[in-house]
């Protein structure tokens, strides 16, 4: 990630719906779209849900009741085999490969065996104390999402990330997480390695639950970059949410919305991704510079566009300038019209035809 271009995440997820020949392309048409990254889920789901555990709301509607978390996880893991397969993909497309882990044997996987470059934090794992610190650990940098979270929910995770980071032999505790949060160097190893996203975690999200404005919150909080995991349907909140600063933009893309599974629902196809990436990077150069000033182009257009005193009618050597005989028209090369009070009622130094810029005083 760079200060002035935002890192574009392709969220695949779990919209291959467990098939390798279908996530792989989802890698070419992200990075085909021009997206930074195309993230996957890496987990095992005896490891993450118990045989009880129920669907989430969303899960119901997009898949139905019939069996619970467990059935609907194991039909969407990815083997081993399956996730160097896909960052071979990545490699040839030139497309970053990411994977969000669920458990810690996940995350050893992904950092120690195949080298993603950076860790992403689920919004449903924010709470997941041992698989942050397995994280942090790493020394990778991390992407936290916020979703169903409070401001405390999130300092307690950056407590955590913080102590992963930077603790030397002290054994993890709700004591020594909050001293590492408070810590000059916890908090430098956050600068240095954190970014949080804040996310409304409902697929899709309506537009009224976003609430963009709780970025400047994360921002002005945490004093960490800021970005947005968009759950809503369509480009306008997550370019928007550019405009308003984030980072990072995640967002989830699948290749056939009528495809069966929890998230394709809220995905965009991949025309709408690269329209997405197109509008991002549009905003990107519009934002510019924070003074106000007249650009180069603009510099051209001034002299055309702004007006200039001028004569409306024939007015002789003597005559004194009054509102039927002194005007402003186009173009601005001439005394500017804001001097147009500090002529009435003084006297023409000379001759002029209608429509001649006035001379200075």
Known sequence: MTSTSTFIIAEAGVNHNGDLSRAVEMVEAAAEAGADAVKFQSFKAEKIATALAPKADYQLRNTGAAGGQIEMLKALELSD?????????????????????FDTDSVRFLAGTLGVKR???????????????????????????TGMSTLEDVEAALGILAFGYTADGEAPSPDEF?????????????????????CTSDYPAPPETIHLRAMRVLTETFSLPVGLSDHSAGIAVATAAVARGARVIEKHFTLDRSLPGPDHRASLTPAEL???????????HALGSDEKLPGDSELKTRSAARKSLVALKPIA?????????????????GVSPLAY?????????????????????
């Open 81 to 101: 085999d399956a996730h160097h397969r896909l960052l071979a993909a990545c490699q040839r497309a030139n497309i970053e490969f990411m994977s969000t882990p």
């Open 119 to 145: 860790l992403k934090v689920a919004s449903g794992e924010i709470t997941n104390a041992p698989l942050l610190l397995e994280m942090a650990r790493t020394g990778l940098p991390v992407i936290l999402s």
């Open 178 to 198: 909050e001293k590492s949060f408070r810590s000059e160097a916890g908090q430098s190893s956050l600068r240095r390695n954190v970014v949080v996203l804040h």
């Open 274 to 284: 690269t329209e997405m990436v197109a509008a991002i990077r549009t905003v990107e």
């Open 317 to 333: 050597k003597g005559d004194v300038f009054d509102e039927s005989n002194l005007g402003a028209k186009r173009p601005g090369t």
């Open 341 to 361: 009070w500090s002529y009435l009622g003084r006297c023409a130094a000379r001759d002029y035809v209608a429509d001649e810029l006035i001379d200075q005083l």
